[in-house]
């Protein structure tokens, strides 16, 4: 396939655009290793909202939840919408109170925080090494997932996976946290922009040059009974999909290190009204469009068995091929935004184990950075399908650390014990329980699959749960 | 042990409400036609985001 010269022109434009505002960014840089990783806590509202709302949604919502809603209805909606729900929950309440710790502690990484505040000289590396665990095969998942983009582009998938590499990093290296930031929040309003250009596009455009019309679709989508829940969206499949998803902002730690980043209260708490407001709109969008096709696969003008990830792709090449590459650079924005912010989380929580927090060198960073997109890049295009696979489970994984974070936040005083090794307990008997599944069905078999008839998500957290409340009641017996 | 007991009691009786409207579909709901599932789930959202930055606006560090 030749190359596109109109993606090639967007996506120019983008990189120049990008690498202007991370190079500006240097100036708000004091070059610390606090600074590199949390911007030092001194971030606005806009830039504290729009670097978390760039990282949360990846290129996920325009490519995957799209095809999740075509190919199985409004059930979709109930599960992003519940993510999103617990998100802004959790960060009125949990996180709100580590957005208050952070400040008195100076934490760089949020396994640096179970560790200070469990007083667990054990906790943080292994809260490290899960980390590592978990979230390489993520990252990996969305370098690959840029090739099928850049693919609509002509570029080639060796081309995808270096660009895509060198972006991430680059603009990492150059004021840490300050730059991706910055990119991020330029990243964010370039999704809602696609976003809103593609559902504006879908249906001033596609649905009249189908010969329908939008209630005509919205009937056809009606009949076919994916308004209401298909027999996908059995409750155990909902419960699989939304209990790993609901605790995303209290485990996953490129967003819990966004707690740490707001300068004041005020701006903390605007910063979460912005990621309200965003993340509705942007939901709303993408699974309009994801019912949208599946109408317009019920009348005939795209087939009704695309694979999932198939269905954006597909539509992108009915698009005008200028608004094809602006949506296909949107795509892309989302992936980088998510994968830098990965990068930095990971290598800010392994830099922490390793050198004790603050006395870290930068250089140091800046090589685990290229070490950790390295190890990324090679798993992806060395098309290493199981580890990348693995990605589905990543907020399986670390869901045991979703009762530790949110019991240890409320803690007034260091934990005895009992409670310091139950903590421990729990998060390698929660992690051991979802790898093991996960090697003997396979990744994606165990996302899904009923054990004792409920999801493996659920007996994770029920198992982390039991060990660390049943470590809590023991040591209260003990005090006493 | 715990920082404010209420506050931990608070945060567990909102989770447990929240997730369950989230489920009532399964009960209610599960064989809607028109757009009344897809009405339901976004108000949910938008009514416990707005409750949920409510209680954030009034809190204060410490809280």
Same mark, same amino acid.
């Given at each position: ?16 655009? $990008?690498?202007? &505002?991370? *190079? ?13 990783? *949390? ?75 179970? $560790? ?12 490290? +090494? ?22 609509? $582009? ?5 081309? +995808? ?21 910055? *990119? ?7 999704? &809602?922009?696609? $976003? ?38 059995? &409750? ?34 605007? +910063? ?39 269905? *954006? ?168 | ?63």
């Amino acid at each position: 396939m030749s190359v596109r010269i109109e993606f090639l022109l967007v996506f120019s434009i983008y990189i120049a655009i $990008g690498s202007a &505002l991370a *190079t500006m960014s240097r100036r708000f840089f004091r070059g610390d290793i606090r600074d590199y990783y *949390t911007g030092g806590g001194r971030l606005g509202a806009l830039l504290a909202f729009g670097t978390y709302a760039a990282t949360t949604y990846s290129a996920f919502m325009m490519v995957g939840l799209v095809g999740l809603t075509y190919a199985t209805g409004v059930g979709a909606l109930g599960f992003e919408l519940a993510y999103l729900a617990f998100t802004i929950f959790f960060l009125s309440t949990i996180g709100y109170r580590i957005w208050a710790l952070s400040r008195r502690h100076n934490w760089i990484s949020p396994s640096q925080m179970l $560790g200070e505040i469990y007083g667990s000289r054990l906790l943080e590396p292994i809260v490290s +090494s899960i980390y590592l665990f978990a979230m390489l095969p993520y990252l990996a998942a969305q370098i690959q997932g840029l090739k099928s983009i850049f693919t609509y $582009g002509g570029l080639s998938e060796l081309e +995808s996976v270096v660009i895509s590499s060198i972006i991430v990093y680059a603009w990492i290296i150059i004021a840490g946290l300050w730059s991706v930031s910055i *990119t991020d929040t330029y990243q964010g309003f370039i999704m &809602l922009f696609g $976003g809103l250009a593609y559902l504006i596009w879908v249906l001033l455009s596609l649905i009249p040059s189908t010969g329908n019309s939008l209630s005509n679709i919205v009937s056809v989508i009606s009949e076919s009974g994916y308004l209401g829940l298909t027999k996908f969206w059995s &409750l155990q499949v909902f419960l699989a999909y939304t209990i790993p998803w609901i605790f995303f902002a209290i485990t996953n730690p490129q967003v819990v290190v966004r707690l740490y980043i707001a300068r004041d209260e005020s701006s903390y708490k605007k +910063s979460i009204t912005y990621f309200f407001i965003y993340g509705l709109i942007y939901t709303l969008i993408v699974v309009v469009v994801g019912l949208i096709a599946r109408g317009l696969a019920e009348v005939g003008f795209i087939p009704r068995d695309l694979p999932r990830d198939s269905v *954006t792709p597909l539509l992108l090449s009915y698009m005008n091929p200028l608004l094809g590459s602006i949506m296909a650079v949107s795509i892309v924005a989302a992936a980088v935004s998510t994968a830098n912010s990965i990068v930095l989380a990971v290598s800010g929580s392994l830099l922490a184990t390793i050198k004790g927090g603050e006395s870290g060198e930068l250089l140091l960073a800046r090589v685990m950075d290229a070490i950790i997109v390295s190890l990324a890049a090679i798993i992806a295009s060395a098309n290493i399908g199981y580890i990348v696979d693995l990605s589905v489970l990543t907020s399986v994984i670390l869901l045991p650390l979703a009762p530790v974070t949110i019991m240890g936040v409320y803690l007034n005083k260091k934990p005895g014990p009992i409670i310091r090794y139950s903590t421990i307990l729990s998060i390698i008997t929660g992690v051991g329980i979802s790898t093991y599944y996960a090697l003997v069905y396979g990744p994606r078999r165990a996302f899904l699959e009923q054990i004792v008839g409920l999801p493996l998500s659920l007996i994770t957290l029920l198992s982390a749960s039991t060990i660390l409340l049943g470590g809590y009641v023991f040591e209260k017996l003990y005090d006493r | 042990m715990f920082g404010d007991p209420m506050k931990r009691l608070q945060v567990v009786i909102l989770l447990a409400l929240i997730a369950g409207f989230y489920f009532i579909p399964y009960t209610i709901l599960y064989n809607t036609r028109g757009l009344e599932l897809f009405t339901y789930w976004t108000l949910l959202t938008l009514a416990t985001g707005l409750l949920s930055l409510l209680d954030l606006k009034n809190t204060s560090r410490g809280g």
